[in-house]
């Protein structure tokens, strides 16, 4: 069975530019959650769906944040405009169910260098 | 509010020996999940053991097993028979109803030596 994919694994851009993340959760799997790492820190959630609806989203910065998951499956997080302190690994995560309990499996992240 | 504490940082362990993570919970809810993760080098977070705050015995997988304390709210990690394949940062995490999210600790750093 695949894992949650994600691409692209590195991005470098100068701040100020937009900057899209692609995640396709495991098959089946009904909760997509996003979550931000920083550097030497625990992943920090940003936002979560249950299907096509983002049930959580209170930690998402959304003045320049913005995510998508049409249809339920695949999701994409869009930075616009990033700025330097948005350096760090994005990670995507996906569960079966929408119990808490529910394990979450992660994908490889995304590593995003703003210059 | 939900806190995880990992008060380790790093930690060295010889080949084929046994290490002990610790990890250190908070909350009022009663119903709740704790959950250890390994990140290698590679970046992604891979699933290790689960113990739910009902569980009568402790959650156990392979080579990994949780030393679960709920009057300490201690959620403590054994990885016996450590492999250099073993060497990577590990997180311990705890959902709550209260929070309804995962919440991690700082992660504890652990280099097998051969």
């Known amino acids: 069975e695949a894992g949650v994919v994600q691409s692209p694994r590195y991005k470098i851009i100068e701040k100020k530019q937009p900057v899209a993340f692609w995640c396709n959760p495991i098959?089946?799997?009904?909760?997509l959650y996003w979550y931000l790492q920083n550097l030497g820190q625990g992943p920090e959630l940003l936002i979560r769906?249950?299907?096509?609806?983002?049930?959580?989203d209170s930690q998402l910065p959304k003045d320049r944040f913005s995510a998508e998951r049409l249809k339920g499956v695949d999701s994409t997080l869009k930075i616009q405009p990033a700025e330097l302190g948005d350096s760090a690994v994005y990670l995507c995560?996906?569960?079966?169910?929408?119990?808490?309990?529910?394990?979450?499996?992660f994908g490889p992240g995304t590593r995003l260098t703003v210059l | 509010a939900q806190k995880i504490t990992q008060t380790q940082p790093g930690m060295f362990v010889q080949e084929k020996e046994a290490v002990t993570l610790d990890c250190t919970y908070d909350?009022?809810?009663?119903?709740?999940?704790l959950f250890w993760y390994k990140q290698p080098s590679s970046g992604e977070m891979i699933f290790l053991i689960y113990?739910?705050?009902?569980?009568?015995q402790n959650a156990t997988e392979g080579r990994y097993s949780l030393n679960f304390q709920k009057a300490r709210k201690s959620a403590n990690l054994v990885i016996s028979a450590s492999q250099l394949g073993d060497s990577a940062m590990y997180f311990c995490?705890?959902?709550?109803?209260?929070?309804?999210?995962?919440?991690f600790g700082g992660g504890t750093r652990v280099l097998v030596k051969p």
């Open positions: 995560a996906s569960s079966l169910g929408i119990s808490g309990t529910d394990t979450q499996y």
């Open positions: 098959s089946g799997h009904n909760t």
């Open positions: 995490a705890m959902w709550a109803a209260a929070g309804n999210k995962l919440t």
């Open positions: 113990q739910g705050s009902y569980d009568q």
């Open positions: 769906y249950e299907n096509e609806e983002a049930v959580d």
């Open positions: 909350t009022s809810d009663p119903s709740y999940g």
